[in-house]
């Protein structure tokens, strides 16, 4: 470790933190993430005034819950975009279509700052309608309560939208104007149509009612196979028969779970 840290960070330190983080979250940190982890937590110990991770090593041991929620969002990596994908949201449009007139509950799982449950909640308007739209459920849900919050506002940089179709910004945005120029905020019809709340994939889901589609990207990269085969199992359980499930392009369900089939590219269907 290098010596010249504002803070004294040792490789116990360091492994104490990668166990910390897979305990809590099943996150799996690269043992060549040092720097990373340095850099992202030295806030938190500017911020709690501590003067070496021996200290905040402490204070997480203490901690009653706050802290460990800050700790969780400073190394958890969020990285979106609106329609990521986007051959999903055509996937999604045609399961829509066949289903139309029928009630639909809808998880986005690991929605960080909410680009994809949006996405999901425009694809489901100009699909169905208003009307048929109603009928949609549309649950987000991530680890770290910051980019819930973000997710909640639903306000965006223009630079985050700046690819989207001219018709569907038109359709779906209200363009800032005064001291929110530059931002862009999700129309009030779409907002209503997703609840955000925060969930750690490895506790509890206080879900009442099965999914019958499924957004799981980029999220189980981060977890062990044997973990990655629990959640699986669990999704299966929490999903209805023949429920659709979409996971991220450099994931794979190959020798984790034989519960769902793939359909094509990154897009699998649960057993009956």
């Known amino acids: 470790m290098p010596q010249d840290r504002e803070f004294a960070f040792t490789r116990e330190d360091f492994e104490w933190i990668r166990q910390k983080v897979t305990r809590e979250t099943g ?9 990373m982890v340095y850099a992202r937590l030295a806030r938190r110990l ?12 402490k204070l997480l041991d203490n901690d009653d819950g706050e802290e460990m929620g800050l700790f ?13 994908e986007a051959h999903h949201f055509d996937h999604l449009a045609e399961v829509l279509e066949a289903h139309r ?16 449950p949006y996405s999901i909640a425009m694809t489901v308007m100009d699909t169905l309608g208003e009307e048929d739209a109603a009928g949609v459920r549309i649950m987000a849900t991530d680890l770290d309560s910051s980019v819930i ?5 639903g306000i965006y940089e223009e630079a985050r939208v700046a690819g989207l179709d001219r018709s569907l910004l038109k359709r779906h945005f209200l363009k800032g104007k005064g001291r929110n120029l530059g931002k862009v905020r999700v129309k009030p019809q779409l907002r209503a149509m997703v609840e955000f709340q925060t969930l750690n994939l490895l506790h509890d889901w206080p879900f009442d009612e099965p999914f019958d589609i499924v957004f799981c990207r980029n999220t189980v990269i981060y977890f062990d ?18 429920a659709w499930l979409y996971i991220g392009h450099s ?22």
């Open 27 to 35: 996150i799996q940190l690269n043992p060549s993430k040092d720097q």
């Open 46 to 57: 500017r911020a709690r005034g501590l003067k070496d991770f021996a200290s905040y090593r």
């Open 72 to 84: 969780v969002n400073a190394l958890t990596t969020n990285l979106t975009a609106f329609f990521r």
């Open 101 to 116: 007139g029928h009630d639909i509950t809808i998880w986005s799982a690991g929605c960080s700052s909410g680009e994809e």
């Open 149 to 153: 919050a973000h997710g909640e506002f």
């Open 225 to 242: 196979k044997t973990t990655q085969a629990r959640l699986f199992e669990r999704l299966f359980a929490q999903t209805t028969p023949g």
């Open 251 to 272: 994931e794979s369900l190959w020798k984790v779970t034989e519960r769902f089939v793939s359909h094509g590219r990154t897009v699998y269907r649960r057993q009956e």
